[in-house]
């Protein structure tokens, strides 16, 4: 059942407002702003339907109130005069849903809140479809690192400390926060080209041989090509095309340096980097953070943007990294 607060100054309005409604909904009722401020900080309602003109706390601020406290709550104005400066500041501060004129028609109220809550319960569904989605879209990136990198436990905790370093050391950078966690996610991706690299090369304990080589560096393209041309992976693919070039421009598939290189990019590059050299590895122990950041910084302007090097730093000196990797050991 929905929760309807009706607020205004008058108590045979008041009265009036709760008869219309309480067969339908659960009310609750405040006798001026003041009273509707004080259930606006204690109750959740799903609409307000609130008197404009009222001694010490008018209906704007009721309704601005309730648009901060209770953004998703639906806001309906009532009002007796025309003062359009008021309406504006209504509309502009309090995003209401509609203004009704006094004296009101019972049935156009009525069905105005019907409609109000039709689309209130529209968009709560919307809301839980679109997170099953993100939820499911996230899990299926995961599955597809896990399928590129391999099954244990190592590399999982590897592809999520790359996606929360990246997630930082973007925001870092002035990136926004939005944009960020998706590039956090899309991080994950950087080396799903591997599923099309050999695994006799893929997994040879032993050195490499130039032809071998060869083969192993077609992986960040072969990486674009999985992913497709949906808008969604356009990040990833800038990633895994790009997660592989140095900033002096001597790196690969591309040979492309410093700007050019997608910012996307040089991020992943810089945490791979630092997490490979501060992870346990069959054919080495796990470096310090402090040695792996002095070897980051040996290859500033080289094989990394150098900004990066500075934010990882500061990363690092304010706790984030060693917090990020306690988290996804």
Known sequence: ???????DDDPDV??????SFRKGYKILSANGGEAA???LNTESVDLIICDQRMPNVDGVKVLTHAFIVQPEAIRILLTGYADMESLLACVNDAHIYKYVTKPWIPDDLNLTVVRALESLDLQRQLDIARQQLESAYQETVVMLCLAAEGKDQDTSS????????????AIAVGVEEKEAIHLGLMSMLHDIGKLATPDEILKKPGKLTDEEWVIMKEHPMAGVRILGNNPFYEVAREVSAGHHENFDGTGYPNQLSGEAIPLSARIVKIVDVFDALTTKRPYKEPWPMVAALENIELHSAKMFDPKLV??????????????????HG
């Open 158 to 169: 590897h592809l999520h400390r790359v996606r929360y370093y990246t997630q930082a050391l």
């Open 14 to 19: 008041l009265a009036t407002l709760t008869r």
């Open 37 to 39: 401020l004080d259930i």
């Open 310 to 327: 500075v934010e990882l730093k500061k990363l690092f000196e304010n706790g984030t990294l060693e917090r990020i990797n306690e988290l």
């Open 1 to 7: 059942m929905h929760t309807l607060l009706v607020v």
